[in-house]
C-alpha cells in the first residue's frame, strides 16, 4: 500500500510540474501576443507589461562592423516606450515577428524571434522573457528581459 501512495504523489507530483510548465508557457503566449497586439496599434499599455526592474537592450550593428548598447531599467524603459510610440505612429514603424519560440527556463519563459522593421526593411534577432512577478500579493506574468538587435 505505501509503495501505491508513494507512486501516486509521484505521478501527481510530475502531473503538477507538467501542468505549471505547460502553464507557464501559456502565460508567455498570452504576454507576446499581447505584445504584438499592442504594439500594432501603437498603445501605450504597451509599456505596462515590462516589470519595473526588468533589463532591456538595444545591440546596433553599424554598417562598418561595430556594435554598442544601450541599456534602459524597464522604469526607464517604459518611459522611453511612451514618448516613442506616437512617433512611430506617425511613422507608421511597424514590426512583423517570425521563427517564434518559446523556452523553459525554471519559472521563466524566453520568447526568441525574428523581428523584421518594416520601416528600416531590416530584421534582426529579438528575445523577450516573461517571467511571474509579484503585484499587490499576486503574481503578474511581465517582461523583465528584452534584448533586441537593430540597425540605427
Not at 20 to 34: G, I
Not at 83 to 112: C, M
Not at 113 to 131: H, M, N
Request: hydrophobic content about 40%; overall charge positive; some cysteine.
Amino acid at each position: 500500500m505505501k509503495a501505491r501512495t508513494a507512486c501516486l504523489l509521484a505521478f501527481i507530483a510530475i502531473s503538477s510540474g507538467a501542468a505549471h510548465a505547460e502553464d507557464s508557457v501559456l502565460e508567455a503566449q498570452r504576454v507576446f501576443k499581447q505584445f504584438t497586439d499592442l504594439e500594432r496599434t501603437f498603445d501605450p499599455a504597451l509599456a505596462d507589461l515590462f516589470a519595473p526592474n526588468a533589463v532591456v537592450k538595444d545591440v546596433r550593428i553599424y554598417q562598418d562592423g561595430q556594435t554598442k548598447t544601450i541599456t534602459w531599467s524597464g522604469t526607464d524603459y517604459k518611459q522611453v516606450l511612451r514618448a516613442g510610440l506616437p512617433v512611430a505612429r506617425l511613422r507608421n514603424d511597424l514590426n512583423t515577428y517570425s521563427q517564434v519560440s518559446f523556452i523553459r527556463e525554471g519559472n521563466n519563459v524566453r520568447v526568441k524571434t525574428t523581428r523584421q522593421c518594416q520601416l528600416k526593411k531590416s530584421s534582426g534577432p529579438f528575445e523577450i522573457v516573461v517571467a511571474p512577478t509579484n503585484a499587490n500579493g499576486r503574481n503578474v506574468w511581465k517582461i523583465v528581459e528584452e534584448t533586441a538587435q537593430n540597425e540605427p
